[in-house]
Each structure stands twice: as structure tokens, then as C-alpha cells.
């Protein structure tokens, strides 16, 4: 029997409706004097736009926030019953995964997006405005910094080329969703489903499937209030067109993903600490590019293999799987002998040329606003940035030179890292390694961002040092496991189960 919510609340929160409020009153008040004055000739048409601008910037807030309290209203009261119904499966606390159906979020993106770029650029306008007809040549030579006020109209063009470009893709590829068989996610077992997807102009190069864990973190508050979302763990695969299905409306694209035992469950009780899952699917195909993002649950049921140790944050995703044994194809490591008859293996400078070109740019361009700063600024700006200058300068050096050498010899192990492989040694006994596990040192984006991993060696004492990074392909980072493994004398999982 489904809970009962006591006192359920009012459709419209009354709460929403009084914040709402003065947003509405200024907004009909600007709209009101920009149709008045211009019937009247007394407000030049320019003028009018833009008070007219601020009042729908106004009023469209005072709408959006009424909107979103109402639906918020009606989630808690659909997440109170189905917690009740359901109290020990909380992948059924929510509505489209109680159906078996994960809904992409471009649906909310594409209305997101649209209102952040009519809202932008309705505040945008009035701020053109009475800055430009307002300075003349003199000031602009006397203060270049005015000229920095063309980023927002900038920023509000960009949105709406995002926006209409997201419309596009919605349009073209239909009402997608992720059908599960079932939910949820099986942590030690897998997760397994269809997407489902209209592909008008086919897909002749397949679909590339990603399965992310992600913590996403909300710091600060109000204006201040800042989102990152960390990869804690990813596995992807290739889904070739021969493997696309027919489905009712347009096309199914099988997914089917193994989930480690040790990976960290939906976790939502901190929303600003949450582990969420995020299938991704995207496609390359004539015009605009497919692209869909699932939020899927992944949950430890009865059917989760049993734990020798407990999993949280600290010790998640520790377990590296065998193999493969095979060297991926364009591998840039190099794996020879050393000089006594051990391993050694080198990873090169510049392994990542694109992540190096991207950083160089970027750093580029901070130091440019640095250089200004530096010409037209108070100091305190000028060391500020400079501070921040500084570190882009050494990652760059780091991406671009950064290097270092593996060697297995003797029963030792020594790792030589820094620029050029010339920073300092660190030596320990293999018989003191204990593990050599591949966890994400960096990454290039937020949640549809690129890892990169290290390769990083456990010693007995608990102490860990890093023996290579900066690893984009996983598959090369678990060979790279699988070789050291062999030349350290460490038994595999498989080995350990068999002795078992």
C-alpha cells in the first residue's frame, strides 16, 4: 500500500508566489511605462526595447520561479509515496526509475539553456546600451577596460547559438530514453538496457557508450555558489552500427556495462556531496551530433557479490581488473629490459598533445589578461591573477616535458619522475608492494570531461607513490598494471581467486 502524506501541500507554493512577487510588480511596472512613453513619442524606440527587455527578464523570473516551486512541490509529494511503498529499494524513489526509464537530460538542457540565454541577453541589452551611447573616444582611451563589457553581449550570442544548436538535436534524434532490464545498476554485477534513439540519416560510424561515476560537489552559496563534478570511475565501449536494433521509434542501442564490487552506490543524501551515474551515448552523424546523457541508478542489491572490506569514498574503485595482456594499439610506453636484466619502463614527454595544446592556449590567454591587468589595473589584480599565471605555467611544463622512468630490477622497484625524468628517485623493495592500483589524477572538463590516470604503487606501510601518469586510455593504464604486476612478482585477482 502506498504512504499516505499527511497535509499534502498547496499546488502553488505560497512561498514561491511571494519571492515571485516583486519580480512581477517591477517587471509589469517597466513593461507599462516602455508601451506608455512610446505610444506617447516621449521614449525613443531604443530606449523602449530595453526597458521593455528588463521587464521580461522580469516577469519571465517572476514566472520561473512560481513554475519551478509548483514542480518541486509535486516531486516531494511522488517521492514521499514511492519512499514508502518501496523503503529498501531506493532506485524506486524516483519516477522514471520506478518505470524502468532514465530520461536524458538534454530534454531539461535545451529548456535551461533557452532560458539562461533570453535571461542573459535580456539583461545584456539595457547594459549595452547605457554604456556604449555614454562614452565617447576619450574615455575609451582613457579606460580600455570598458571595452571588457563586450564579453557579456559575447557570452549572450554564444548561449543562443548553444541553444538553438541543443533545439536542433532534439528535434532530430526524438524523445530519447534509456529503457532498463532491469534497474537498477548491479554493483558486482552490470547494467543493462536500450537507449532509444531516431537516427534519420543513420549512424554509420556506431555509438560510443560511457558509464561515469561522478561526486558532485556544490560549494559556496548564492552568487558565489560553484559546481564540480569529479570522476571517480569510467568504462566505455564502441557499439558498431551492425549492433543497432530496430525499435518502435527509430533505433535501440544495447547497452550492457560490468559494475566493479568495489564502486560507490547513488548516494543523494548530501546534495552537496552526492555520487551520482551518468550513461553517456554519442554519435557522429551527418549534421548535428548525436549526444544523450543519462542519470542511471547503480545500487548494491542482494544480487552484489559479498565484501571482504567495506567500501567508502577512500578505498572505491581500487580494484584494477586482469589484463589486457595485449598492448593497445598506438601505445606511446615503452617497455624494454634494463641494463641488469630486469623491466624498465619509460613514459615519454608529450603524450598528450592536445591536452598540452589546450592548456598552452588557455594559459595564453590568462597571461594576455595578466599583461593588461598589469598595463591598466591595480596591482592587487595583477598579482592575484599572476598567482593563478604561475601554476597554468608549470602544469604547461608539465604537459609538455614532464616524463618518467619505471625500472624492475634486483627485487627493487625505482621510479624517476619530474621534467625530463630528472626529479627525484624513489626506490622501494617489491616485496613491499602491495598493490598497484589506477587512480584519476586529473581531468579535462567536468562530468563529460577526459580522466587521465596514474599509475600508482601501494607499499605495505600504506605509503604510495606514482610510477607514471597522465594515462588518457584506461585500457592502456590497466595493461600498464597487468606488465608491472609480472615484473614485480605480484599475484593477479585471477591467481588469487584460483589459490582460493
Known amino acids: 500500500m502506498s504512504a499516505s502524506v499527511p497535509n499534502p501541500p498547496r499546488s502553488v507554493p505560497v512561498g514561491a508566489v511571494l519571492v515571485a512577487l516583486p519580480f512581477a510588480l517591477v517587471g509589469l511596472f517597466a513593461a507599462f511605462l516602455a508601451v506608455y512613453n512610446l505610444n506617447n513619442g516621449t ?3 531604443p530606449l523602449a526595447a530595453v526597458v521593455g527587455s528588463a521587464a521580461f527578464v522580469f516577469i519571465g523570473a517572476a514566472v520561473g520561479m512560481v513554475l519551478a516551486g509548483t514542480q518541486g512541490r509535486r516531486r516531494q509529494r511522488i517521492i514521499a509515496d514511492l519512499q514508502g511503498t518501496f523503503p529498501d529499494s531506493p532506485w524506486m524513489w524516483r519516477e522514471d526509475w520506478a518505470q524502468s526509464r532514465c530520461y536524458s537530460r538534454l530534454k531539461t538542457s535545451v529548456v535551461a539553456t533557452w532560458i539562461a540565454a533570453l535571461l542573459w541577453n535580456g539583461l545584456c541589452i539595457p547594459l549595452v546600451y547605457f554604456t556604449f551611447i555614454k ?3 576619450e574615455m575609451l582611451h582613457k579606460n580600455p577596460l570598458i571595452l571588457m563589457a563586450f564579453i557579456f553581449p559575447l557570452t549572450g550570442i554564444g548561449l543562443l547559438i548553444w541553444a538553438v544548436r541543443i533545439t536542433l538535436r532534439r528535434i532530430e534524434f526524438g524523445k530519447t530514453c534509456f529503457l532498463m532490464s532491469p534497474p537498477p545498476g548491479v554493483i558486482g554485477g552490470r547494467l543493462r538496457g536500450n537507449i532509444q534513439a531516431r537516427f534519420p540519416h543513420g549512424a554509420a560510424k556506431g555509438v560510443q557508450l560511457k558509464l561515469t561515476c561522478v561526486n558532485r560537489v556544490v560549494s559556496g552559496s548564492g552568487k558565489n555558489q560553484s559546481v564540480w563534478e569529479n570522476i571517480r ?12 536494433m530496430p525499435g518502435p521509434d527509430g533505433a535501440l542501442i544495447p547497452v550492457d556495462f560490468h559494475i566493479p564490487n568495489d564502486a560507490l552506490a547513488c548516494d543523494n543524501t548530501n546534495p552537496n556531496d552526492a555520487i551520482l551515474w551518468l550513461l553517456e551515448a554519442d ?25 571482504t572490506a567495506p567500501v567508502d569514498r577512500s578505498n572505491a574503485f581500487a580494484d584494477v581488473p586482469d589484463g589486457p595482456v595485449e598492448r593497445p594499439a598506438g601505445s606511446k610506453i615503452m617497455v624494454q ?41 591595480p596591482i592587487f589584480f595583477t598579482f592575484f591573477f599572476g598567482l593563478f599565471d604561475l601554476v597554468f605555467f608549470l602544469i604547461v611544463l608539465s604537459l609538455w616535458m614532464g616524463s618518467s622512468v ?23 623493495p617489491c616485496s613491499e608492494i602491495t598493490e598497484i592500483d589506477i587512480p584519476i589524477g586529473m581531468q579535462m572538463g567536468n562530468a563529460q570531461g577526459t580522466p587521465y590516470y596514474n599509475i600508482q604503487l601501494v607499499c605495505r606501510d600504506g605509503h604510495k607513490f606514482i610510477a607514471g601518469q597522465g594515462l588518457r586510455d584506461k585500457q592502456e593504464a590497466e595493461w600498464l598494471v597487468a606488465e608491472m604486476k609480472k615484473a614485480a612478482g605480484l599475484p593477479t585477482h585471477a591467481a588469487a581467486a584460483s589459490a582460493t
Not at 570511475?233 to 543497432?244: G, K, M, S, V
Not at 624492475?408 to 626506490?427: D, I, K, M, Q, Y
Open 43 to 45: 521614449l525613443p524606440w
Open 337 to 377: 629490459p634494463s641494463p641488469a636484466g630486469g623491466v624498465m619502463f619509460k613514459f615519454p614527454a608529450l603524450r598528450n598533445l592536445g591536452a598540452a595544446l589546450g592548456t598552452t592556449a588557455f594559459f595564453l590567454v590568462w597571461t594576455a589578461i595578466v599583461w593588461f591587468l598589469w598595463m591598466h589595473a
Open 283 to 307: 554519435a557522429d552523424v551527418p549534421g548535428v551530433n548525436y549526444l544523450d546523457i543519462f542519470e542511471v541508478p547503480v545500487f548494491r542489491t542482494k544480487d552484489s557479490p559479498a565484501l
Open 135 to 137: 562614452i565617447s573616444a
Open 233 to 244: 570511475w569510467r568504462e566505455q565501449q564502441a557499439i558498431t552500427p551492425e549492433r543497432l
Open 406 to 428: 619505471v625500472t624492475f630490477e634486483a627485487g627493487t622497484v625505482t621510479v624517476r619522475g619530474g621534467l625530463l625524468s630528472l626529479g627525484p628517485r624513489h626506490v622501494a
